[in-house]
């Protein structure tokens, strides 16, 4: 029998709320919808370590981040050096495998057992080699979320140009060899410039206001050790209710663009008679807040940042369907870890011992579910069951919890009330026990080291990050 391919497309910074199919009646995302009609929705998948570079070592090893080392954007430990990763099996085991986009692995022309990537930098030489207009040239910055328009051809974006690098695989491929295609959007990160057609679709569509919570809607009250991201990156909380719809309208459009292109890839694959043998799965490394709780970006645990997007697409020939698949829903919690052992398992490819993750194909029939930990930078941890989610934050060891089936949208922080200090207690502990393992030097017994609190957005450092397309680095949007 043929061995499948898989097609892996993920984004960058896109939270779960996204989808049309999955209740988002304000933006337009006709090819998720069909991803999400012919396959598998993950409803609670989380990046346990809501970041760039450790979401993107977890996909790659099958490992978490408080197991692979690193916990945050910085070059302390090389995880994919350390641990194997499910390219390098796929391509030990007679697949053809490339990656087309963003990685964010360090240094950047590592591709850690994919046999060839080309990166976002390759994009702007490009640009730069035939004369034309590339997409960052209206000097927004890279966590900045101040929408801005882009004017440029769309045929000539970073999106476009991905989706046009990907369909090159897979015309050219070699046919007598499988393939691994990773596909990976720059976008809908920051800085929001969508393309003005894409904009202009959202024009006359009312966005939500963002969401407030009791804990957050005075910033004089508010937990400030878990803004410390937002005052860091960008100016969120300092807008309007109107601005912030505005963000909104951006995001949605570039998460519109990318939609639109995969149109392409799909339409290109369905020519090709590649979709009877091609496993599609669809997710991002972690997700934006987008104004709620006046906070954009992500690193903490709230729902805005962690919680992303996860479908499975099985082979069909188009037009016709996975009976056993097709439009399923699972609701048990998982992570980007559960990547790895799926794709190799559909793979028929042995997966280590020592993974984090599941193989999801089997984990949506068997009776177990897991629990949820989450460490980022070592300053943002959480703990979660299939009802309440525990966080806390170093600075100042502040904390929250919430009842997320009775309060989806985090909105009554139940921490400090008395019939909740059980549930409190439960939660925490856990979080404690987990954190004993992978951060001893924060904990004292059953005793947490916290930090010192913050108190105004005045004592944070600012990054926008200003960048220019002249520095080689593969974090370009």
């Known amino acids: 029998m043929e061995r499948p391919n898989i097609l892996l497309i993920t984004t960058d910074q896109q ?11 304000e933006i337009f995302t006709p090819h998720l919808n069909w991803l999400a009609d012919e396959g598998i929705t993950f409803n609670r998948c989380y990046s346990a370590c809501p970041v760039c570079m450790p979401a993107r070592a977890t996909i790659m090893t099958g490992k978490e981040a408080y197991t692979h080392g690193l916990t945050g954007n910085n070059n302390d430990c090389l995880p994919m ?15 053809q495998t490339r ?61 476009h140009w991905t989706v046009d690098k990907s369909m090159d695989f897979i015309e050219n491929r070699d ?77 949605y459009a570039c998460i519109s ?19 009877e043998n091609t496993w599609i799965i669809f997710t991002s490394d972690h997700g934006d807040l987008l104004g709620d709780h006046n906070m954009c970006a992500k690193t ?12 499975i697409k099985p082979p069909a020939a188009f037009g016709s369907s996975d009976a056993r698949y097709a439009g399923l829903q699972c609701d048990k919690l998982t992570t980007l870890a559960d990547i790895m052992p799926t794709v190799l398992s559909i793979c028929k490819i042995n997966s280590p011992e020592d993974l984090d993750g599941n193989d999801l194909l089997h984990y949506i029939e068997d ?38 089936k009775s309060d989806p949208l985090e909105q009554h922080n139940l921490a400090a009330l008395p019939e909740y200090n059980s549930v409190k207690e439960k939660l925490k502990g856990n979080m404690i026990e987990n ?13 947490l080291s916290a930090g010192e609190k913050i108190n105004s957005h005045r004592n944070i450092s600012r990054f926008p990050g200003l960048n220019t397309t002249l520095f080689p680095r593969d974090s370009f949007h």
């Open 81 to 95: 050096r350390d641990h194997v990763t499910f390219p390098k099996l796929l391509t030990e085991n007679g697949y």
């Open 15 to 25: 939270r779960f709320d996204t989808i049309h199919a999955l209740g988002n009646k």
């Open 257 to 275: 663009q990318i939609d639109y292109n995969l149109g392409l890839l799909f339409a290109r694959m369905r020519e090709l008679n590649l979709l």
């Open 367 to 404: 009776e177990s579910e897991k629990d949820f930990y989450g460490n980022c930078e070592d300053k943002y941890f959480a703990f979660m069951d299939k009802q309440f989610k525990y966080m806390w934050t170093w600075y100042g060891g502040e904390e929250l919890l919430f009842d997320l």
């Open 99 to 159: 990656a087309e986009g963003k990685l964010h692995f360090f240094p950047m022309r590592a591709t850690y057992g994919i046999e060839h990537a080309d990166l976002p930098m390759d994009y702007f030489n490009e640009m730069r080699k035939y004369g034309k207009y590339s997409t960052r040239h209206h000097g927004v910055g890279e966590n900045e979320v101040e929408p801005f328009i882009n004017t440029q051809n769309e045929a000539d974006s970073l999106t």
């Open 435 to 447: 954190m004993k393992k992978t951060s001893p030097h924060m904990v004292d017994g059953n005793k």
């Open 175 to 251: 046919p007598t060899r499988p393939f691994f295609l990773w596909t990976s959007f720059t976008k809908p990160h920051s800085p929001l410039d969508p393309n003005l057609s894409f904009w202009e679709i959202y024009n006359g569509i009312e966005m939500q206001d963002p969401v407030m919570g009791d804990w957050s809607a005075d910033m004089d009250t508010a937990p400030l050790g878990f803004y410390k991201p937002t005052f860091q990156l960008n100016n969120v909380w300092r807008m309007s209710k109107a601005q912030k719809k505005q963000i909104k309208r951006a995001y």
């Open 300 to 311: 903490n645990f709230l729902e805005g940042s962690s919680h992303i997007p996860l479908l």
